[in-house]
């Protein structure tokens, strides 16, 4: 009945697309820029928001929840009653123990790292139960399960070469596999890449140079008539300076 009702919400959200691998530029000279690039399979526009973080502009930590002045924050581990599902640190206090497999965002003497690697004597760490992308290729392991395969709400954060960190988000029509963000994700730049708990969990907002956008795959009062529970924890930063 949940996923009955999830999904007549959503179909009652649609709105147009910006037509095949159409993708709008803006804030480009920002610490924080966004683009629009909308995936049509010749049914409904599927848009996603890809956001670029310039190498060292934004100081990235974690927690149960995101101040509201946060220039960015993303929804971070999967979740259940008792709390994030992996590693979380936060302050350098390991909140939760740290599970095998997966990915992190990490922040070690200052500096933001995603991957593969998830080291526990950190300042901060989210760990999530899925790897997506490893030296620029996409994880087959985990393209290859069958959940991966269905359409919803998905997050990837990544970093490039160069140091950027990149988020390829879903929009209110973005309901994608995640081979689909993951491709997006590659096309963007990103090496290294991890999706973040996805469905009714995907929260995240980011500020730019035109102002400041926020998604929830479920606002908070609908969430809270059928029972969903919040996030357990956050990404979030700050710029610089």
Same mark, same amino acid.
């Given at each position: 009945? @949940?996923?009955?009702?999830?999904?007549?919400?959503?179909?009652?959200?649609? %709105? !147009?697309?910006?037509?095949?691998?159409?993708?709008?530029?803006?804030?480009?000279? $920002?610490?924080?820029? %966004?683009?629009?690039?909308?995936?049509?399979?010749?049914?409904?526009?599927?848009?996603?928001?890809?956001?670029?973080? =310039?190498?060292?502009?934004?100081?990235? =930590?974690?927690?149960? &929840? $995101?101040? !509201?002045?946060?220039?960015?924050?993303?929804?971070?581990?999967?979740?259940?009653?008792?709390?994030?599902?992996?590693?979380?640190?936060?302050?350098? /206090?390991?909140? #939760?123990?740290?599970?095998?497999?997966? *990915?992190?965002?990490?922040? /070690?003497?200052?500096?933001?790292?995603?991957?593969?690697?998830?080291?526990?004597?950190?300042?901060?760490?989210?760990?999530?139960?899925?790897?997506?992308?490893?030296?620029? @290729?996409?994880? #087959?392991?985990?393209?290859?399960?069958?959940? %991966?395969?269905?359409?919803?709400?998905? &997050?990837?954060? *990544?970093?490039?070469?160069?140091?950027?960190? +990149?988020?390829?988000? %879903?929009?209110?029509?973005?309901?994608?596999?995640?081979?689909?963000?993951?491709?997006?994700?590659?096309?963007?730049?990103?090496?290294?890449? +991890?999706?973040?708990?996805?469905?009714? #969990?995907?929260? $995240?907002?980011?500020?730019?140079?035109?102002?400041?956008?926020?998604?929830? #795959?479920?606002?908070?009062? +609908?969430?809270?008539?059928?029972?969903?529970?919040?996030? @357990?924890?956050?990404? $979030?930063?700050?710029? @610089?300076?």
């Amino acid at each position: 009945m @949940k996923r009955f009702i999830f999904l007549a919400l959503f179909a009652s959200m649609l %709105s !147009s697309g910006h037509g095949f691998e159409a993708e709008q530029q803006r804030d480009i000279e $920002y610490p924080i820029s %966004s683009s629009i690039i909308s995936i049509s399979d010749g049914i409904i526009p599927r848009d996603l928001n890809v956001v670029i973080l =310039k190498k060292d502009t934004v100081t990235f =930590k974690t927690g149960s &929840t $995101y101040p !509201s002045d946060s220039d960015f924050f993303i929804n971070a581990n999967f979740f259940d009653k008792s709390g994030p599902i992996g590693l979380l640190v936060v302050d350098k /206090k390991v909140v #939760s123990k740290k599970t095998p497999g997966g *990915g992190c965002l990490y922040v /070690k003497s200052g500096k933001t790292k995603i991957g593969k690697r998830c080291p526990v004597n950190v300042e901060f760490n989210a760990q999530t139960l899925l790897l997506g992308i490893v030296d620029g @290729k996409i994880n #087959s392991a985990l393209i290859e399960k069958s959940h %991966s395969m269905k359409l919803d709400y998905r &997050t990837v954060i *990544g970093e490039t070469q160069g140091g950027d960190i +990149i988020l390829v988000a %879903s929009t209110r029509t973005g309901i994608v596999t995640i081979e689909e963000i993951l491709t997006v994700a590659i096309e963007r730049g990103v090496i290294n890449g +991890i999706l973040f708990d996805g469905g009714s #969990s995907v929260e $995240y907002g980011f500020l730019t140079q035109t102002g400041r956008n926020t998604f929830k #795959s479920i606002p908070g009062i +609908i969430k809270k008539e059928l029972g969903i529970e919040e996030p @357990k924890s956050f990404v $979030y930063g700050k710029i @610089k300076g």
